[in-house]
């Protein structure tokens, strides 16, 4: 399995960005698919996941500003990020989770298993 994220770059806050994930060796109906940030002290947080039947999660810190989104014939996953804030600067990856369930939590909590290189995400005031 391979994810390769790109749309990274610099936004001023309050401004857009959009993220993509190009997924190869599965398909994003196969699995629960996920977005994950990297935490300023380490580790990663999840930021959206989007089950296989198109149910979709968001991290309390992003719903309402971030929309997460498949199209299953083009296997490509995306993120589109609104009225981004300081804190959302960091590294993004798209990744899998192979277990259930399929919930930011879950993911944050108990992990995921494919990820990508990362977009990094620059806010600037």
């Known amino acids: 399995v391979q994810l390769a994220e790109s749309g990274g770059g610099s936004v001023q806050a309050g401004g857009s960005l959009k993220l993509s994930c190009k997924v190869s060796?599965?398909?994003?109906?196969?699995?629960?698919m996920v977005w994950v940030r990297q935490k300023p002290m380490g580790g990663l947080e999840g930021v959206a996941t989007?089950?296989?039947?198109?149910?979709?999660d968001y991290a309390e810190a992003v719903e309402g500003r971030f929309t997460a989104s498949k199209d299953s014939e083009k296997n490509m996953i995306y993120l589109d990020m609104e009225k981004v804030k300081p804190d959302d600067g960091t590294t993004y990856y798209c990744?899998?989770?192979?277990?259930?369930?399929?919930?930011?939590?879950?993911?944050?909590?108990?992990?995921?298993?494919?990820w990508g290189k990362g977009a990094l995400v620059t806010i600037s005031s």
């Open positions: 990744a899998t989770r192979r277990r259930r369930p399929c919930s930011v939590e879950a993911a944050t909590l108990y992990g995921i298993n494919d």
């Open positions: 060796g599965t398909t994003v109906d196969s699995h629960c």
């Open positions: 989007i089950d296989t039947d198109g149910k979709i």
